[in-house]
């Protein structure tokens, strides 16, 4: 019975499981956890408790039966995979000094997890490392991970708060959980079938350190202490269940609550377990589900980009290519951007025509990558605000959306003010000078659709004090922890693919830094000589809170001064609401950088340009060395 | 003219150049320098040193012809590439605060490799970065040895001494040279092309310090301070001389020297000079030559092994391949190791029965592995050497071999004594119990050539108070900084290279921490359930005067107690002397790992077995985390 319903969401957020003590009997464990109590799935040990590989052999000589719980029969492959994840014996410790207990460990986990897969389960909950030294165990989960089905792993880690001031002689003991599952993680080479399942207690670390765990897919379970839970307890479900996690309940209740107690906060809805037979966690999983069905709806934009969601995609290349049909009718419904530009239009013709010439003289307005005419209705629109007299040309290299914008301008009744013009901006030799450029030719990173080189190219039929628009933009980057990314990127095997920036709706990321300005551009641009390669070296400070994090690569961004005061742009402290024009772009590390607070990360980035492309390499030089990034251009470039 | 000639020696540290000033008659500057003062390459800028783009283009709007030293026309194409090292001009810096100076080195950068490509140079000395930062640098360099012919770039890096005392405020500024070379060629991922020029200065770092430069393919210039050197500038120098450097003479003369002047040191060839008009610097060319020809003469052994120096080899899979009499042959020359199975047995032969019983009781002895003989004549040497009665049973599986046993004991009529067993030990039915098993299964890492599980299958023909000999032996590993065995293994383009041990002559490798042992086997082992899997964590401690240093990988060795007192092994602290059985095995890592003092290594390695294969897997876990290498054996394995 999922927690509830919210629109467009079709995560896995709204299921709630429930952790249990070893049963023989399965179907009665479903039955008194699912179908009564209104849990969705168990997490229950799959086998005897008791058992001991070493100890069965001394009494059996080897011929036993394993102690399962019930056979594959007692249920069908169904019910086993929809209902169950297999809760490994919590008392292996595969790093014990014991060697017999570390072979009896051993040889059970793979045992289990051989079962499990028999019994087709979507998943298995390992146990939590036992102390410091976990490399036996990563490695024996490694090697299961190789041969494995489908079938997931969780690694269950507590989530500790560690006390960034503690010089406490027992502080050797006490692991960031964090570092813990990088480590494991790390060992395992970042397996994509290897997640982990956050133990939630009754303290929590602090919201920079729990914000590293956004970056990662994890599954939460053990929450205790219900009802109710503290406010930052709230905050971090709420936030998890926003970045699609699955809650299972564990332990005993501490809470004796009757049904319609006066301790069940209010809007908690009391009749949900009428007639059920009351399970000991009941009042939890409602309190779960309130917290579930409390949230905000997901914003109408959020739900178009769900699918979205942490997907790679190449960046466009629209100077070597042509945009297709699809493409200009998905840009041309961003009404927020093009309101933009119209006010940025407005106010340049303002300053350009003062209100006594608005009759007498004719602004010369150039639509530079006219497109299918979205910016030459917007500069239209901005003359008939400011009544004043406007003559547009409308620049299209591509032949295919001049078709369409001929039928525009006819449509429209525009012939007598607007002139389209079939050709490459940079080659047009045009016949008069124009007061102000309008164009659109900014990617996710500001330049990287080659906005310089085009701008540079028609400021030839600019006048000397005519207006761009955009007047300048900045590219912003940030480092962020990204698994999801990371692995889809690491499954083409090859280096290219981590030289490559992408364009993303980043969700599951976690952004360690805020972002710092990269490269600028302004416009016009008479310095002779200008040339549009750039470089900048930036150095970020991870802040003390968060403790140590792993840095997947950059989100990058753009901000946009399109005229005066007017802005546009996806920079996150400053973006324009509700503008879904670009995603972030990303910029991948070829190997994963460990940063700790107070050793900060210095980046370098380069924008390079030759005759035939623009490209950009980036390196880390510190806390430590990465190699260069796409050198020359060997990826990854945007041809001219 | 060379230094000298050491026997079998063919490395470049017989030759010796000497840095020039920038001169444009590049014919003259050869002559002064090379046919009549002796050197033989000269290291002399390309590039008139007042040349900057910038001016250039204002001077002369770009039409100019660079200021290049001479044409390529004013020697023939062989005298450019053997004898003139392109020195890169000093004053570039492309990691300045001034754009312009950041720009025109770049610039200038470029064309002068590309004119020394042109001229087929063998080599060009790039000027040691000027500050703490050379992000831009290394990527200028980066992007240029992407497309670079044959040519070598020699990065200079001055040796400096750090104080680690030191917590001066200025200290800022003391990078540790090997850490700005380590910064550098990581940014540069490794290239093959790029290796360093260490510039020796008047002070020298420790001992420790400068060891890690032996991992290094590196070239050595401006000795300055000649004559004479400190007894450690001596002993830097003739320690280099072994890895192959060259040296480059550098800077004016400090010493008045005239010929025959009684500062010369004894010894020193007097009369080199003679005849020719003196260069500047020759004396300390006598010098050097001098420090060459002094030193000890290769010993027979290295001679021999010259070639294999730093080669990788796949390690033989004895159980599954036959061995080629080519490989007996060459194993069999080793007297070393047979002359301490002969003494081991002996022990052993005298241990197992009394001088008294020496004529009424048979020992019987079985060779396990007997290929093709050598065991087999040790023991009957033995047994003469004590007088003790032998039966022996020579068991071996390769056919091939066999027939050569056979002939053996023809001709050395032995017929009586040995009885060939033509079958794999793991499967002879024997008639009769031995007292002996001698075999020498042992690979470069001990058990890597699956002693153990043979030894494990012949024990069931061993009496239960029989002799094992070996009696035990013990794997051992050291962490080294290998930079050619790393680029060679990254060669290759995948991870299974990187998963795989090879067998190496050690040579360009610096040891940074003294080997510990891993594994352990014991024969007979009677223990029921005796598992040969083994686990082992190590921790290695890098000593404080090494400073950073960066760790390709491990060395492999072992120790083998044969019987009693009498060992047999490479492991560097106990090696058998003059010993050529085995080279020592390396174990890669897929990432280099940066160490500092202070912080320990930590490392593990697994033993695993399954009933078809045997393989290692290993990773660190301290200071930074590596993957797990060789997961499942997928990469290397040893067959059953």
Redesign the interface.
């Known amino acids: 019975m999922p927690l509830g319903d919210r629109a467009g969401d079709k995560s896995e957020s709204r299921y709630c499981g429930v952790e249990t003590e070893f049963d023989d009997d399965v179907p009665q464990l479903l039955l008194s956890n699912l179908s009564s109590a209104g849990f969705d799935f168990v997490v229950a040990p799959l086998m005897d408790p008791s058992y001991r590989p070493s100890l069965m052999r001394k009494e059996n000589g080897g011929s036993a039966v394993l102690p399962f719980a019930g056979s594959d029969l007692v249920l069908s492959p169904a019910q086993w995979s929809s209902h169950v994840v297999g809760k490994i014996s919590s008392w292996i410790d595969l790093d014990s000094e014991d060697e017999i207990l ?2 009896d460990s051993e040889t059970t986990l793979k045992q289990e997890i051989a079962w499990a897969s028999h019994l087709s389960l979507q998943a298995c909950l390992l146990p939590a490392p036992k102390g410091t ?1 976990y ?2 165990y ?2 024996c989960v ?2 299961i991970l ?2 494995l089905n489908n079938m997931q792993l969780w690694l269950r880690i507590p989530l500790v708060k560690v006390d960034e001031d503690s010089t406490d002689v027992n502080s050797d003991n006490l692991v960031d959980s964090w570092d813990l599952w ?2 494991f993680r ?4 970042h397996h994509s079938q290897l997640s982990t399942a956050i133990d939630v207690l009754s303290t929590l670390p602090s919201p920079n350190a729990l914000g590293r765990w956004f970056g990662e897919s994890c599954f939460l379970t053990n929450s205790r202490g219900y009802p109710c839970l503290s406010k930052r307890h709230q905050k971090l479900i709420t936030g998890l269940f926003n970045h699609s996690i699955q809650v299972v309940l564990s332990g005993k209740p501490l809470h004796n609550v009757s049904k319609g107690s006066a301790d069940l906060p209010t809007g908690l809805n009391k009749n949900s377990s009428d007639g059920a037979q009351s399970h000991p966690l009941r009042c939890y999983l409602d309190y779960i589900a309130f917290l579930y069905q409390r949230m905000d709806p997901l914003p109408e934009q959020e739900r178009i980009e769900l699918g979205y969601r942490d997907f790679l995609q190449a960046p466009l290349q629209p100077l070597m290519d042509n945009l297709e049909s699809q493409t200009y009718e998905t840009f041309e419904k961003d009404a927020v951007k093009y309101i933009q530009y119209q006010r940025a239009i407005v106010k340049a013709l303002k300053d350009r025509v003062a209100d006594e010439n608005a009759s007498s003289i004719t602004t010369v307005l150039m639509v530079v990558g006219a497109g299918r005419g979205p910016l030459v209705r917007a500069a239209l629109q901005a003359g008939e605000e400011t009544g004043r007299k406007l003559k547009v040309y409308a620049v299209e290299k591509n032949p295919n959306a001049v078709v369409t914008l001929h039928s525009l301008v006819k449509m429209e009744g525009w012939e007598r003010i607007v002139t389209i013009i079939s050709c490459d901006m940079r080659h047009w030799d045009a016949s008069e000078q124009a007061d102000i450029l309008v164009s659109e030719l900014l990617g996710s990173f500001g330049d990287n659709e080659l906005s310089p080189e085009c701008l540079d190219g028609a400021q030839r039929f600019l006048k000397q004090d005519g207006i761009s628009i955009p007047s300048s933009y900045t590219s912003f980057i940030q480092p962020i922890t990204a698994s999801k990314l990371y692995n889809d990127v690491k499954a083409h095997k090859d280096v290219s693919h981590f030289e490559t920036a992408y364009v993303v709706k980043l969700h599951n990321v976690a952004r360690l830094s805020p972002p710092q300005p990269v490269f600028t551009f302004t416009h016009p641009n008479w310095t002779p000589d200008g ?1 549009n390669q750039r ?1 900048q ?1 930036l150095a970020f400070e991870i802040p003390n809170d968060t403790g140590a994090a792993l840095v997947h690569g950059f989100a990058g961004y753009f901000d946009a001064t399109l005229y005066g005061d007017v802005h546009l742009g996806i920079e996150p402290s400053t973006a324009t609401p509700n503008m879904f024009s670009w995603f972030a772009i990303f910029f991948p590390l070829r ?1 994963p950088i ?1 940063v700790r607070p107070g050793s900060p990360l210095e980046v ?1 980035f ?1 924008r390079c340009c030759s005759s035939h492309k623009v490209w950009y ?1 980036w ?1 880390v ?1 510190s806390p ?5 990034h796409n ?2 251009g ?1 990826s990854y470039w945007v041809g001219l």
């Open positions: 570390r072979i030294s490399a036996n990563a490695r490694h090697q190789q041969g990088n480590s790390l060992l395992c080479e040339s470089y070296k190997t460990c370098h380069w390499e390196c030089t430590s060395q990465s190699p260069l050198c020359n060997r």
